[in-house]
């Protein structure tokens, strides 16, 4: 065999290794809950990507792999987030140069005149170029109820650049599923230049129990007994409600929660009380139950 030639065997074990993307998708499963789904395909594109660069290094040349995603799923799953972890994956294996994200929405990409949408356009996509554009709600890019809209200029742009630029930007579509399975419809050049679609499961009511413990544990706080259970209740009615957002809207809560603590501590402060660490530290359930979601025909609301 001549010298130069490349090794005949390969790691994919120290390709793992080397480039850290273990590191990666176990802090995935440590951080995030739930999404055992996505958790999934995420590994499946991580062991392809891995045996791609392995196949190159043996010189077995098969072309750019297309990384364009489509992330479809309801508000607060954990799109954004993923995302992130995503850039972070393909920098490591050296398939964007840049392991970060930029996030975007129609306003930034579209203008409201004939000549602004071109410009507006392209400079978002020389920012993102070496990384992940990440395009929230990518359905409103187009309207074609609206003759004047300029979203299909953008949309061509886009396509163009998608599809010259690929082994130097990755670009991901995100927003409700039926939307995107429309706007896809709409316009098959986009569907035909994306590569992977991941759809983000609802949270189950025990995943948004574990989140926000997550979440109060992360701030240093924790629920009494009877927070715990006003908790479990505060989901059961709210996952019912309009505008719910999952981890999203937990969030929101946890934050009114602790308004309503911060509260409670103040006025007993003014009528002569002592506070230590562990009153600081904890919610009751009378800081839960005095959200509007507990109040009976009450339809909306994260308060």
């Known amino acids: 065999m001549d010298a130069n030639s490349p090794p005949a065997t390969i790691d994919l074990a120290a390709i793992l290794r080397d480039t850290e ?18 958790k999934r395909r995420i590994r499946e594109i991580a062991a392809f990507l891995v045996v791609t660069r392995a196949r190159q290094s043996l010189g077995i040349e098969a ?4 990384l364009h995603m489509s992330f479809t799923g309801n508000p607060g799953t954990g799109k954004t987030t993923v995302a992130m972890r995503m850039a972070e994956m393909l920098h490591r294996l050296g398939y964007v140069r840049k392991g970060r994200v930029v996030s975007v929405t ?10 602004h949408t071109a410009p507006k356009t392209k400079e978002v996509l020389k920012r993102a170029m070496g990384g992940v554009l990440f395009i929230d709600e990518a359905y409103y890019l187009y309207r074609p109820e609206n003759e004047r809209d300029y979203g299909q200029e953008a949309i061509e742009i886009l396509l163009q650049v998608m599809e010259n630029h690929r082994d130097d ?39 948004l129990l574990a989140i926000t413990g997550s979440m109060m544990a992360h701030q240093n706080y924790h629920p009494d007994d009877e927070a715990l259970t006003a908790i479990r209740e505060y989901i059961a009615r709210r996952i019912t409600q309009p505008q719910f957002a999952n981890a999203r809207s937990m969030r929101n809560a946890l934050d009114r929660a602790r308004l309503r603590q911060a509260n409670r501590l103040f006025e007993a402060a003014l009528a002569g009380a002592t506070t230590d660490a562990e009153a600081l530290k904890t919610i009751t359930a009378a800081d839960i139950r005095a959200s509007r979601v507990f109040a009976q025909g009450t339809a909306t609301g994260d308060r």
Not at 21 to 38: F, K, N, W
Not at 63 to 66: A, D, K, L, N
Not at 106 to 115: E, K, S
Not at 172 to 190: K, Q, V
């Open 21 to 38: 993307v273990q590191e990666v998708l176990d802090g995935l499963d440590r951080d995030l809950v739930g999404l055992a789904p996505v």
């Open 63 to 66: 072309g750019t792999p297309s």
């Open 169 to 207: 930007l990755v670009v991901i579509l995100a927003g409700y599923r039926d939307p995107m399975a429309a706007f896809f419809r709409s316009n098959p050049g986009m569907r035909s230049r994306i590569a992977h679609h991941i759809e983000f499961p609802d949270y189950t009511p025990d995943e």
């Open 106 to 115: 129609r306003d930034d990409l579209v203008g409201q005149y004939i000549g």
